[in-house]
């Protein structure tokens, strides 16, 4: 039985063989500490990190490559913004399509008196810039919002929400995860102060990779950091380096999955992001206007894909969302995600609480043929009663 992975907005796979292969090649001839020595491999090392910065710089339209903070994932770099920007007093708004990386840390700041508004999205995930913009108090310092929704795809406006910030001198921090590498991102244009991503999913990087770009607009002297230790510079020193990206990078980095992300970099930008949302549109559109001619199947999401991620969620009716992955894994060897995606406001907000969804998330190396066989097993699992069923389960 053939795999078929989609799976892609928890992680890609396969990665473009030139990530595995500077993966090796560094790991064999280059794998030194950075920036801690001056022997040829440890400047090796420090060069690549360059590099790999310079490229995501460029891949992302950041002026500034220093402004990349490099870290160990998307939820990562949501936590040192969160963290280190806000205060006891300060007031945030934020949507309920959040992943828990967005959530969870705001619940842990209320207790030092930090606050929260969730802004409903409607009930395909879309935020209206307006109702964002309605939520602000005289108290708010930063809104934070995903860029598009891991559970429905959608694509919300952050231009709009970004210049809604900027009218009231805030800052936006918007959550990447699902977008960096898929949908073209140009911090130069994008009324964004903080951009977090992360190299596992849409990047076709290894895990434990990621980033936070830090715009001009924010004042480090009021950016505190989350952690503090050895950067390879200023060693003298007793507090931690205040320069970029130092100030956010405590610790011996991930110099090998950097060296991948990098080959990662390379590879999209050869392709063009435009190219590769071309594609997944493609891919997406095939994919939604089948589930939605099943019947028995209730699908999730924006009606337009041109307003969609890679991703699309359902459920079935008979069936947990758990069991009918279950049987396009075991039966069809189709691999996807089920249950709350880590998301249970938005899940909620769909109104598909407490047992959440079948999410099928495609990438750039998924074929038409690959949907057409997902939705020929969709439809006869859906369709399948008496003893088919009971096989099925099985």
Same mark, same amino acid.
């Given at each position: 039985?053939?795999?078929?992975?989609?799976?892609?907005?928890?992680?890609?796979?396969?990665?473009?063989? *030139?990530?595995?292969?500077?993966?090796?090649?560094?790991?064999?001839?280059?794998?030194?500490?950075?920036?801690?020595?001056?022997?040829?491999?440890?400047?090796?090392?420090?060069?690549?990190? *360059?590099?790999?910065?310079?490229?995501?710089?460029?891949?992302?339209?950041?002026?500034?490559?220093?402004?990349?903070?490099?870290?160990?994932?998307?939820?990562?770099?949501?936590?040192?913004? #969160?963290?280190?920007?806000?205060?006891?007093?300060?007031?945030?708004?934020?949507?309920?399509?959040?992943?828990? *990386?967005?959530?969870?840390?705001?619940?842990?700041?209320?207790?030092?008196?930090?606050?929260?508004?969730?802004?409903?999205?409607?009930?395909?995930?879309?935020?209206?810039?307006?109702?964002?913009?309605?939520?602000?108090?005289?108290?708010?310092?930063?809104?934070?919002?995903?860029?598009?929704?891991?559970?429905?795809?959608?694509?919300?406006?952050?231009?709009?929400?970004?210049?809604?910030?900027?009218?009231?001198?805030?800052?936006?921090?918007?959550?990447?995860?699902?977008?960096?590498?898929?949908?073209?991102?140009?911090?130069?244009?994008?009324?964004?102060?903080?951009?977090? +991503?992360?190299?596992?999913?849409? =990047?076709?990087?290894?895990?434990?990779?990621?980033?936070?770009?830090?715009?001009?607009?924010?004042?480090?002297?009021? +950016?505190?950091?989350?952690?503090?230790?050895?950067?390879?510079?200023?060693?003298?020193?007793?507090?931690?380096?205040?320069?970029?990206?130092?100030?956010?990078?405590?610790?011996?980095?991930?110099?090998?999955?950097?060296?991948?992300?990098?080959?990662?970099?390379?590879?999209?930008?050869?392709?063009?992001?435009?190219?590769?949302?071309?594609?997944?549109?493609? =891919?997406?559109?095939?994919?939604?206007?089948?589930?939605?001619?099943?019947?028995?199947?209730?699908?999730?999401?924006?009606?337009?894909?041109?307003?969609?991620?890679?991703?699309?969620? +359902?459920?079935?009716?008979?069936?947990?969302?758990?069991?009918?992955?279950?049987?396009?894994?075991?039966?069809?060897?189709?691999?996807?995600?089920?249950?709350?995606?880590?998301?249970?406001?938005?899940?909620?907000?769909?109104?598909?609480?407490?047992?959440?969804?079948?999410? =099928?998330? #495609?990438?750039?190396?998924?074929?038409?043929?690959?949907?057409?066989?997902? #939705?020929?097993?969709?439809?006869?699992?859906?369709?399948?009663?008496?003893?088919?069923?009971?096989? =099925?389960?099985?």
């Amino acid at each position: 039985m053939t795999l078929i992975y989609f799976d892609n907005a928890a992680t890609t796979w396969p990665k473009p063989e *030139s990530v595995y292969e500077a993966m090796d090649r560094f790991f064999r001839l280059s794998a030194a500490n950075p920036g801690r020595s001056a022997h040829k491999m440890a400047l090796t090392a420090e060069q690549e990190m *360059s590099r790999v910065r310079l490229k995501l710089a460029r891949l992302f339209n950041a002026a500034d490559p220093n402004r990349i903070v490099f870290t160990c994932n998307a939820t990562d770099a949501l936590n040192i913004a #969160l963290k280190g920007l806000l205060r006891p007093g300060d007031h945030v708004v934020t949507s309920t399509m959040e992943h828990n *990386s967005v959530v969870r840390p705001l619940k842990a700041l209320e207790k030092r008196g930090v606050t929260a508004t969730k802004v409903a999205a409607a009930k395909d995930g879309r935020l209206e810039p307006g109702d964002v913009a309605r939520a602000i108090r005289p108290e708010t310092r930063l809104i934070v919002t995903t860029h598009v929704s891991n559970v429905t795809g959608a694509v919300q406006a952050v231009h709009d929400i970004g210049e809604a910030a900027r009218r009231r001198g805030l800052l936006y921090l918007v959550d990447g995860a699902q977008s960096a590498g898929t949908i073209p991102v140009d911090l130069a244009a994008l009324p964004v102060d903080l951009y977090a +991503f992360t190299g596992h999913k849409g =990047l076709f990087g290894p895990p434990g990779t990621g980033g936070l770009f830090i715009g001009e607009r924010v004042n480090l002297a009021g +950016f505190d950091t989350i952690k503090e230790g050895g950067t390879g510079m200023r060693s003298e020193e007793a507090l931690q380096p205040a320069e970029l990206p130092h100030r956010f990078e405590s610790g011996t980095p991930n110099t090998v999955g950097l060296a991948g992300l990098g080959a990662a970099a390379e590879f999209i930008s050869g392709i063009g992001v435009d190219r590769i949302r071309e594609h997944e549109i493609g =891919l997406m559109r095939r994919l939604t206007e089948g589930l939605r001619r099943i019947r028995g199947l209730h699908v999730y999401g924006p009606e337009d894909v041109e307003k969609q991620g890679a991703l699309v969620s +359902f459920t079935a009716d008979g069936w947990q969302p758990a069991e009918f992955g279950g049987v396009l894994d075991q039966s069809f060897g189709i691999a996807c995600r089920t249950g709350l995606h880590c998301a249970p406001d938005a899940v909620k907000t769909i109104g598909a609480y407490p047992l959440g969804t079948v999410r =099928l998330s #495609l990438s750039y190396f998924n074929t038409m043929e690959q949907v057409d066989a997902a #939705l020929a097993a969709i439809e006869r699992i859906v369709g399948s009663v008496g003893p088919e069923a009971v096989r =099925l389960r099985e």
